[in-house]
């Protein structure tokens, strides 16, 4: 397992923007795929958005698609998650996570952060 930590959560209004920071540990992080996924309350934890650990590739969820980008820098051990154009049902907690490849079920995933809240108001 690799260490994670997020930050950058917050409270914002719909049409504003966040920038969630993910700190990861270890030399190995430059191989692993990074995720961001997302759980309302009542709902399941969902995938937001991958990158391949070289960040050539990325993925996103059709719902977000335009509106956030997925970013590494492999030198620092830190992955991003630009948040545009906010709506209310963007709310939640949002978890960075590590994986040796590229999935979209959570529970395949081996790692992952604490979690840090987004609220969007309307």
């Known amino acids: 397992q690799v260490p994670l930590v997020e930050s950058g959560g917050g409270l914002v209004q719909a049409g504003g923007s966040l920038r969630l920071s993910c700190a990861a540990s270890g030399r190995a992080f430059r191989s692993y795929v990074m995720g961001w996924f997302r759980q309302a309350p009542g709902n399941e934890r969902e995938v937001v958005a991958t990158?391949?650990?070289?960040?050539?590739?990325?993925y996103f969820t059709d719902s977000v698609k335009g509106r956030f980008t997925i970013s590494r820098d492999n030198a620092q051990n830190m992955v991003y998650l630009q948040m545009n154009s906010l709506k209310p049902e963007d709310t939640a907690v949002y978890y960075c996570a590590a994986n040796a490849y590229a999935n979209t079920w959570w529970r395949s995933w081996g790692s992952w952060g604490q979690g840090t809240q987004v609220t969007v108001s309307s």
């Open positions: 990158i391949s650990s070289s960040g050539v590739s990325t």
